[in-house]
């Protein structure tokens, strides 16, 4: 902990010609390629400093992937499966295409 009281840092960071905001937001969601990473119940502040904006994110975190529709049309036609079975076998796999149908296929032949 800094050995300043919320004032005195308030004062600091105006003598060196930093703002900072508390923003309300429901969620924030981070897109990446292959999946999204959710933050429920965010506490999200804005640092601006030097012409330049910094979030900071805290909260509770949770990833989703994210399927491609022409990957699981593909599953389900090398599988000879339902496009749910198909992307269940996806999500199962985390998206690796070869590994849910072999699942399905070796699921079909037992």
Do not use: W
Request: aromatic share 2%.
């Amino acid at each position: 902990m800094l050995p300043f009281d919320k004032r005195q840092m308030k004062k600091l960071m105006k003598q060196l010609g930093m703002q900072m905001e508390e923003i309300r937001a429901n969620e924030v969601i981070i897109r990446l390629d292959d999946r999204d990473i959710i933050i429920e119940e965010p506490n999200v502040v804005i640092v601006k400093a030097m012409g330049q904006k910094t979030y900071q994110i805290v909260g509770k975190e949770k990833e989703v992937l994210r399927l491609n529709e022409e990957d699981i049309k593909l599953v389900a036609e090398q599988a000879n499966v339902s496009l749910e079975e198909a992307r269940e076998a996806l999500e199962k796999t985390k998206g690796d295409l070869a590994e849910a149908i072999m699942i399905l296929t070796e699921k079909k032949e037992k």
